[in-house]
């Protein structure tokens, strides 16, 4: 099965834009996070989806949104970035059954705001 | 709520030596126990698991076993080499909170020198 795909890659963008970062699950999984990684913060978790609905949120203001679509796959969208965005943006999807707290990471977004 | 905590780094070796990294947890119920690789420039690698007490999740010569009286799941390797330094996260899922996302400590940073 191919793994988590994540695009792009990399990613440098002006302070006051908006930027979209699109995540692709493992085949089959339906549960699909995301996190912001960056080395003061360490890793934190922004929001989970589970069959386009989003099940969990954690605390990031309202910049940060996402969805997730029929396919399952999932796109995170931040408006009017903030040089604090700069970040590693990691995707990790979730199989249906089984462990479904087992999370398998794509390589990450490295989102650079300047 | 759930938590993680996790032995602060960096850890130095020398290749071959022993490896420990500690890790302890608070949940209710019985979490499901996670231990999280990520190399540079990379995103995090699913390294082992233990989904019940007393249980022994390994890999690639890594061991971790889940005690449930002490609350931890220590990570340990006999002989570790320099291809292991990386940042070691342990995760915990579930334990009877429902839905929630999956709780990461802050991580451990390995370096493994020749």
Same mark, same amino acid.
């Given at each position: ?114 | ?37 990520? !190399?540079?420039? $990379?995103?995090?690698?699913?390294? @082992? ?8 999740? %390994?890999?690639?010569? =890594?061991?971790?076993? !889940?005690?449930? $009286?002490?609350?931890?799941?220590? @990570? ?8 292991? %330094?990386?940042?070691? =996260? ?11 996302? @999956? ?12």
């Amino acid at each position: 099965k191919a793994g988590v795909t994540q695009t792009p890659r990399y990613l440098i963008k002006t302070r006051g834009q908006q930027v979209t970062l699109s995540c692709s699950p493992i085949s089959g999984h339906r549960s699909v996070s995301w996190y912001q990684q960056t080395p003061g913060q360490g890793l934190q978790f922004l929001f989970e989806y589970f069959s386009e609905t989003q099940r969990n949120k954690g605390n990031f203001p309202g910049r940060f949104s996402g969805r997730q679509f029929s396919n399952s796959r999932s796109e995170m969208n931040v408006s009017t970035l903030e040089l604090g965005d700069s970040a590693l943006y990691l995707c990790a999807s979730s199989p249906s059954t089984g462990n479904t707290y087992e999370q398998y990471f794509g390589p990450g977004t490295r989102l650079t705001v300047t | 709520g759930n938590s993680v905590t996790q032995m602060e780094g960096p850890v130095t070796l020398s290749e071959e030596a022993f490896l420990t990294i500690n890790c302890t947890y608070t949940a209710t119920g019985y979490p499901s126990l996670f231990w999280y690789v990520q !190399y540079p420039g $990379e995103g995090l690698q699913l390294l @082992l698991k233990a989904t019940k007490a007393d249980d022994k999740g %390994s890999n690639k010569g =890594f061991e971790a076993t !889940y005690r449930k $009286e002490t609350t931890s799941f220590h @990570l340990e390797k006999g002989s570790v080499q320099v291809s292991d %330094s990386a940042v070691y =996260f342990c995760a915990l899922g579930g334990g009877g909170s429902g839905n929630t996302p @999956l709780v990461f400590g802050k991580g451990t940073r390995l370096s493994v020198i020749a």
